[in-house]
């Protein structure tokens, strides 16, 4: 099914293609790389909503982040990504820099706990795709640093079916995701979806008073 999804899509742009294999070829846990198809989702929502400040919790390997900027309405909007190992900087600056949408992005290596506050800024959008055990902590963060009307999207929220699994000794990360899950679920000042695409992907609106 991934593959015909895959062949019925736009095509993955040749930067993207070679940053996924580069990926697979040089870090570890290359699954945590976004990919085509939900690559592609990430630029046409980022089209849809047309943000001027856009906040991503967790880089990678900057795959995500590309996908992001390259959605951006023009060179006047920008990306701040956050990457808290510091290892990963050199192999995602390079990356960012052979992208034509590189020059829409800043990369912060650290803490967003700590970033995030120093920057000062309200964002239009913000992508949560970081330690699954602080999604709770992720989130309230983001809701203070969003402006109404704005949009979370935030990845991994069925994390392999183990969220409804119904078993009673989960790990910390997933107990994590079940938190942040019925955190939203149960918050008024957002409408919510948790979409089935990969490991599930959850798109948050805060409402306009």
């Given at each position: 099914?991934?593959?015909?999804i ?27 790389c ?17 943000p ?53 992005i ?10 995030v ?22 989130y ?52 919510k ?13 805060l409402?306009?008073?």
């Amino acid at each position: 099914m991934k593959e015909y999804i895959a062949s019925h899509i736009d095509p993955e742009p040749q930067n993207l293609y070679r940053l996924d294999r580069d990926t697979h070829l040089q870090l570890l846990y290359p699954r945590m790389c976004s990919g085509h198809i939900q690559g592609r989702l990430l630029k046409m929502l980022v089209r849809m909503i047309k943000p001027q400040l856009v906040l991503e919790l967790g880089t990678y390997s900057g795959y995500s982040a590309l996908c992001l900027a390259e959605g951006l309405p023009d060179d006047t909007c920008h990306v701040h990504t956050i990457e808290i190992e510091e290892e990963l900087e050199d192999f995602i600056s390079e990356h960012l820099a052979q992208s034509p949408y590189g020059k829409r992005i800043t990369l912060h290596v650290g803490d967003a706990m700590d970033i995030v506050p120093r920057l000062g800024m309200m964002f239009d959008l913000v992508y949560i795709d970081a330690n699954k055990r602080d999604y709770v902590a992720y989130y309230d963060l983001a809701m203070s640093h969003l402006r109404p009307g704005g949009f979370i999207i935030a990845d991994n929220t069925l994390w392999d079916g183990k969220v409804a699994d119904g078993n009673e000794h989960h790990d910390a990360q997933t107990l994590g995701i079940m938190a942040f899950n019925d955190r939203v679920a149960a918050d008024p000042r957002v409408e919510k979806v948790i979409l089935p695409l990969r490991d599930g992907l959850t798109l948050i609106h805060l409402i306009e008073k």
